[in-house]
């Protein structure tokens, strides 16, 4: 192994040898733990506006899963920004193998052994995995390749991945990009790593990769920080859990207590440190049984519909399905299946090259996208700033983007302003935006709202099908559930819902029945009864149901 | 008409295809390595006059051309260092800043020259040619690209020096990841306005250089504007080059006989207004845009400040 020579840029300076040294011969994660690496004391961050962090104290130890719980807006992010040197405290100290050391840049971080895996990834897409981990290198040495893959390979070895050091980043997967950015901490020597929201972009097959990989690391004698606003995740790959809410941590489940609970009380202790009451996990819901309609014609008819591969997505193929009215298809997958494709093919922005379309009887496949709506078809994006709204315009505007020039909100091409306002202000208090006012701009409020925008929006009258396009992804619990209620609201008033999601919890607990798409096509059609989860998971991993 | 094609003028026209492509290639260069780091520098074309400025005072005062592209490259640093502290380090709008510089030192060149010399236009000697042995030897070939200012050879060998250091080096991995995904350059202990800083300072002293070389080699004195947009040309060029400084050194070539041209068709006095054939090397920057505009891939974070923890 590359040793400890002072000025190797693999190796940090100082103290930290040792304890590099330790983790590579495998100290057992008892003779290091009982010390905290980093402890935060009173830490107190503002904003305008906002206290993001209200005096926490944290205490980070190494052979630990730390879990950092809580929901969107709970100062997580924040948290992680003075811990990685991107932000300062406004008060309180942070401590450092229990010296008080202010953090003051991210390369003051990396040389503290503080190793952090944002959320969104920062590699840099147009370079190769190698050249990414050599970034940071001072600028007058040659990169350093050879040296590096033998190190790269060591440390893959003793953590069971593999990583192809010759592909450009931009042609991974966000797993595999995840496993490149773990790996350029471990080439840093960190001690502490800390994973922010880590399985937000994850299939659940990497999601418990992930898992595992963190649990061979703390065994190294790794500390690692754990952000999550997933109960069950906390739940299964924790040691400690510490709950913030409204940037105040509200609670802390040690070691010693996290091993005698079993993953029920933990949800439930979770669930009381969060919402105070409610005992069961949130998220499971009864799902009520819905009288069938199985007489009725169905309002949505898709035969046989298919779509073309482009360079970057998958096509379609043979997707057949209908839809009664007050019935919710769920549509399960891993994510880039073709899910986004089914759903624009049918909303018209993507051109379908066979197959038939029929809303409530009358064939629209050949229809433009504006006509599809106008019949009642509304397609709910998971791309919300993106195509779903216009971010700098006012949450009012934003409500009627799509009946722009339309009466009554446009008289001759002219907005009407009362009218407009006065329709707003309706959706507003019907659907609960939380806005500071009509003008506000749509991209400042938080995913929440806007999604509530956005179902305002596409509820709006004359919907006869809607499709919802992972409604829930990246929204925290309290929304997540307000926008479930909306979907079985919305087929409880006889609509048909198709609901794509990526999260099979969702499904299960709100779907009629479950298709599965894979590579484009569907794979299979579940009722959804007793054993649904099953055979869906069955279909979704390549097997028969 | 027929001396059109003779040898002499075919290697005259080649010539001076040469002398005008080489500031247009030290702009390019220079404007790729800004743009690589994220930094679209509109401020190019003021860089070259000021180079342009500085480096014909230089010489004339010194009577060394050496010395006159010292001075020319270190005018356009200093005009670089001025985009540098607004746009980078402060983070303000990159086409306001480069255009507000362009403007200003058209008219400061302008106005420091009429003091200077009055109405007058002293002219450089012309400047001693390295010949190349054996190569200019070549008929048409040999006069055209081998009878040369030392610095000609210079400017093309930084062409590879470029593309070793974008493709082997350290550096060129900071600067690539500057302008594609600066927080990651940022959180992986690199500071990004440092790398960005020295990015346009570097293009500034190329700009710089090319502007000297213009007054000094390819007319032999200063006259206001006389980088006649030059310096955008050297901006469609990092743009179309995709990176690489081998298609600077191409697409600054075909300019350079565009323009060129426009002077060997005056001269050989073909029946064609001087207004239209003047229009050639701009028309060539059209068609080319047309033609390869497409395919132009620029580096994501192009022209965006970067702000740490701004999201």
Redesign the interface.
């Known amino acids: 192994m590359v040793g400890c020579r002072r000025g190797d840029p693999f190796t940090p300076p100082d103290d930290s040898c040792f304890l590099v040294l330790g983790f590579m011969s495998g100290f057992s994660s008892s003779s290091v733990a009982g010390r905290d690496i980093v402890a935060l004391e009173g830490v107190t961050k503002r904003f305008p506006g906002i206290v993001a962090n209200d005096s926490v104290d944290l205490s980070i130890r190494p052979g630990e899963v730390h879990v950092l719980l809580g929901e969107n807006g709970a100062g997580k992010s924040t948290l992680i ?1 003075m811990l ?1 040197g ?2 300062q405290p406004d008060e309180g100290r942070i401590l450092v193998d229990g010296k008080p050391t202010p953090i003051t ?3 003051h971080a ?2 503290l052994g503080i190793g ?1 895996v ?1 959320q969104h990834m ?6 190769t995995v190698a ?2 981990l ?10 350093r390749t050879e040296e590096l893959a033998a190190r790269v390979a060591e440390i893959t070895g003793t953590l069971g991945i593999t990583v192809k050091l010759q592909a450009k980043v931009s042609e991974l997967s966000l797993g595999e990009q995840q496993q490149v950015e773990i790996l ?1 901490a471990m080439l840093r020597n960190s001690r502490l790593l800390i994973l922010d929201e880590s399985t937000s972009m994850l299939t659940p097959k990497g999601i418990d990769e992930l898992g595992a990989l963190m649990r061979r690391l703390v065994e190294q004698g790794l500390a690692i920080v754990f952000i999550t606003h997933k109960l069950k995740e906390a739940a299964a790959f924790g040691d400690r859990i510490s709950v913030l809410k409204l940037g105040r941590k509200v609670g802390e489940i040690p070691p010693e207590r996290f091993r005698t609970l079993g993953e029920q009380e933990i949800v439930s202790e979770i669930v009381e440190l969060m919402f105070g009451k409610q005992k069961d996990d949130p998220e499971a819901v009864e799902r009520p049984v819905r009288t069938a309609r199985a007489g009725a014609d169905p309002l949505l008819q898709v035969t046989d519909l298919a779509v073309a591969a482009t360079d970057n997505a998958p096509g379609l193929s043979s997707i057949s399905f209908d839809i009664r009215p007050g019935e919710i298809l769920g549509i399960a997958g891993i994510d880039g299946n073709g899910q986004k494709q089914l759903a624009e093919a049918l909303a018209g922005q993507r051109t379908a090259t066979s197959g038939s379309v029929r809303l409530d009887g009358a064939a629209i496949e050949t229809l433009s996208v504006g006509e599809r709506r106008r019949r009642g078809l509304r397609y709910l994006t998971d791309d919300r700033l993106g195509e779903g709204t216009v971010g700098t315009f006012p949450v009012s505007i934003n409500f009627f983007l799509k009946q722009v020039g339309a009466a009554p909100f446009w008289r001759n091409g002219v907005e009407q302003r009362a009218e407009i306002d006065k329709r707003a202000a309706q959706l507003v208090r019907e659907y609960d935006v939380r806005t500071p006012s009509l003008k506000t701009p749509v991209a400042r409020l938080s995913g929440g709202n806007i999604q509530k925008v956005l179902l305002a929006r596409e509820l709006a009258e004359g919907a006869k099908v809607v499709i919802f396009n992972k409604p829930t992804y990246g929204l925290d619990l309290a929304n997540t559930l307000a926008s479930r209620q909306r979907i079985r609201d919305t087929a409880a008033r006889g609509l048909a819902v198709l609901l794509i999601s990526t999260d099979l919890e969702e499904l299960l607990g709100m779907c009629d029945r479950i298709a599965v798409i894979a590579d484009g096509a569907l794979v299979g059609t579940v009722e959804n009864v007793d054993d649904a989860r099953t055979k869906v998971g069955r279909l979704m991993i390549g097997l028969a149901a | 008409m027929t001396g059109l094609f003779s040898e002499v003028f075919l290697s005259a026209l080649l010539f001076g295809a040469v002398t005008a492509a080489i500031p247009l290639l030290l702009a390019g260069l220079g404007e790729q390595i800004s743009e690589k780091a994220g930094v679209l520098n509109v401020g190019i074309e003021g860089m070259m006059l000021a180079g342009a400025y500085l480096g014909f005072v230089g010489a004339f005062y010194s009577g060394s051309l050496w010395l006159g592209f010292l001075t020319g490259a270190a005018g356009g640093a200093a005009v670089a260092l001025v985009m540098a502290l607004l746009c980078v380090r402060i983070g303000l709008n990159q086409i306001v800043i480069g255009i507000a510089l362009t403007l200003g030192l058209e008219g400061l060149t302008a106005l420091l020259h009429h003091f200077q010399f009055s109405r007058s236009y002293p002219r450089l000697p012309a400047a001693d040619a390295t010949v190349i042995p054996l190569l200019s030897d070549i008929p048409v070939i040999g006069p055209a690209f081998f009878k040369h200012h030392l610095i000609v050879y210079l400017a093309v060998a930084l062409v590879f020096g470029m593309g070793y250091i974008y493709r082997r080096t350290q550096l060129g991995l900071n600067l690539q990841a500057a302008g594609d995904k600066p927080a990651a350059l940022d959180v992986a202990g690199i500071d990004v306005v440092r790398t960005r800083t020295i990015a346009v300072l570097t293009t500034g002293a190329l700009a710089g250089l090319g502007g000297a070389y213009l007054a000094n080699v390819g007319a032999g004195l200063f006259i206001p504007f006389i980088t006649n947009g030059a310096g955008f040309l050297g901006i469609v060029l990092a743009m179309l080059a995709r990176g690489r400084p081998i298609w600077v050194l191409f697409g600054a070539l075909l300019f350079g006989v565009c323009l060129s041209l426009t002077t060997a068709m005056q001269v050989a006095g073909i029946n064609i207004p001087t207004d239209i054939i003047q229009m050639l090397p701009f028309l060539a920057v059209m068609i080319m845009l047309v033609l390869f505009g497409r395919r132009a891939s620029l580096p994501a974070a192009l022209g965006i400040p970067y702000e740490r923890g701004a999201r």
């Open positions: 920004g990685s991107l932000q840049s991210p390369r990396l040389a952090t944002f920062m590699l840099v897409p147009t370079l050249e990414n050599l970034l940071g290198e001072p600028w007058w040495q040659r990169p350029r």
